[in-house]
């Protein structure tokens, strides 16, 4: 569309006249208007972030196969070691939202810190691999509970032979559907579900910690739970069936990036969304060390509850039937399948935002109808269905394979990965003089944690196309790379032959006027 044309710097200097906020004349200043509702608290952004990456939703899933690939030492100190190199990445990122705070989050970013030649490139690449990671989270979350919800159906009719894959699959089409009404309604009702959604993990955590070292016995020894290795992977190398388990750490501690995504509806945004990255990292890494090594205790027959094939499967269910009976595990699998719930639909709604501002700027399919909100509750109504509409044709690979749950962990796991690479390398990079800090920076520290940041995301993103079982078949073959690698060259061909011609990354419009960016930034083009 034609529409009059005005530059940053009068925007910069003032030449809107309409009284904006604090946050209203920061979002204009990178060149948006205040569409979504700016209603929810620094808290409510944590609670959020808190949410996608909580210890109840992505531990519990992944345990029992992390027992089998390294034995306690491994799920244990894997967990330590990601936890520590998570939070630098989380620094780094955190420094990069306090300057940017925006929906668009990451993709955004990378707009202002490439140089002018490769914006639209990198813009390209960082949002489709962020939607990735975002959408097959969305999968990976509500397959996990659909398994949770079969183990509870295990100890209640143990005579059954249980739910098949296909059952599973249609609990799971269920929990999106929940999952895509939940993120229609009002953005203020999400704040209230998500803040119960900390209080539900932080109270369930306590609850199968305390409970469970009271009544299970015996308990395991310190030794057992500390240096107990076991090598069910299959492969030769100790030190490789140790890496895997990082695959279950990094999973739950990844989609913090969503505290970024709700940005232009969070209050006094360049703190609390960069406060929501920091503190869901940090708190979620200390209440899943006390809830591993707790689990870990709890653990008296490793032969029979871990390897056995008669095992509840996921075999922390069985675990919990031995050491506390079957009424305290209904109580546990209560806390730990409405934290899945709340974590998925945190997921949804974190990328229905990704989705939203990636398609304002005309780099999804339907663009014009995924950049629509509605006029009610002002949500994108049509990116979080589209979301739930993709995250179902996902979690058809769970009926095809044996090892397809994992490979979507996976894919999940990389698309985050690398979607957090490209700011970080470009901060410390080709923007590493010319960075304009927010309120939250690192100071002397951004470069060095830049670099070790952009190392572990690189070695996990490689670590995780790797196969998870020895001898390798076509059966357990990790497939991750090929839906990633699918789509990434679906989206990149479609750039090659059609994108660059048009797109240059984020728009920018404010009043109906078209931003020219000056100096430096890249110049944007009208439709």
């Not at 993103?461 to 790797?466: E, G, K, P, R, V």
Request: proline residues 3%; negative net charge; hydrophobic residues 50%.
């Amino acid at each position: 569309m034609d529409s009059e044309k005005i530059t940053a710097r009068e925007i910069e200097n003032g030449s809107n006249n309409h009284v904006l906020n604090a946050d209203e004349l920061l979002l204009e200043k990178l060149g948006y208007k205040q569409d979504l509702s700016r209603s929810i608290s620094a808290f409510s952004n944590f609670a959020i972030a808190f949410s996608c990456c909580s210890v109840l939703s992505g531990l519990t899933p992944m345990w029992g196969d992390s027992m089998i690939d390294a034995g306690s030492l491994g799920v244990i100190w894997g967990w330590v070691i990601t936890a520590s190199f998570t939070m630098v990445v989380a620094l780094s990122l955190a420094e990069i939202c306090s300057a940017y705070p925006t929906t668009g989050g990451l993709y955004f970013w990378v707009s202002r810190l490439a140089t002018a030649d490769w914006v639209p490139l990198a813009c390209w690449m960082t949002g489709w691999c962020n939607w990735i990671g975002l959408c097959f989270g969305i999968s990976s979350i509500d397959l996990g509970l659909a398994q949770f919800i079969a183990g509870v159906v295990a100890i209640w009719r143990p005579e059954d032979e249980g739910l098949s894959v296909y059952v599973q699959y249609g609990i799971f089409i269920a929990i999106l559907i929940v999952h895509g009404i939940i993120n229609s309604v009002a953005v203020s009702w999400n704040g209230v579900m998500n803040q119960a959604s900390f209080f539900v993990n932080i109270i369930g955590i306590l609850i199968i910690v305390i409970a469970g070292l009271s009544i299970t016995r015996p308990l395991a020894t310190p030794e057992f739970v500390f240096t107990q290795f076991y090598n069910g992977s299959g492969f030769s190398s100790d030190g490789f069936a140790f890496l895997l388990v990082i695959l279950q750490s990094q999973y739950t501690l990844s989609g913090y990036d969503s505290a970024a995504h709700m940005s232009e509806e969070t209050k006094n945004s360049q703190k609390g969304s960069p406060f929501g990255i920091l503190v869901s990292v940090a708190a979620n890494a200390v209440s899943g060390l006390v809830f591993l090594i707790a689990i870990s205790f709890m653990v008296s027959n490793f032969e029979t509850q871990i390897l056995g094939e008669n095992a509840i499967q996921p075999q922390m269910v069985q675990i919990f039937v031995d050491g506390v009976g079957s009424t305290w595990t209904m109580v546990f699998l209560v806390f730990v399948m409405v934290s899945i719930f709340f974590c998925g639909s945190a997921l949804t709604l974190g990328s229905s935002r990704m989705v939203y501002a990636f398609a304002r700027d005309g780099a999804m399919p339907f663009s014009k109808f995924l950049h629509t909100l509605d006029k009610k509750t002002l949500n994108p109504v049509n990116a979080v269905w589209f979301n739930i509409l993709v995250a179902g044709i996902v979690g058809i690979l769970y009926m095809i394979n044996s090892t397809a749950y994992e490979a979507i962990v996976s894919v999940n796991t990389i698309g985050s990965q690398m979607s957090y690479l490209v700011p970080i390398l470009l901060r410390v990079t080709s923007s590493r003089t010319k960075f304009e800090a927010g309120p939250f920076n690192l100071g002397r520290f951004s470069i060095p944690c830049g670099i070790v940041s952009c190392a572990w995301l690189l070695f996990t993103s490689a670590l995780f196309i790797t196969p998870t079982e020895a001898p390798i078949t076509a059966d357990n073959m990790n497939y991750a790379i090929v839906p990633f690698a699918a789509i990434m060259i679906c989206s990149m061909t479609y750039f090659y032959f059609w994108g660059r011609k048009w797109f240059t990354g984020p728009v920018r419009y404010v009043d109906g006027k078209e931003i020219i960016l000056e100096e430096e930034e890249l110049s944007i083009k009208g439709n």
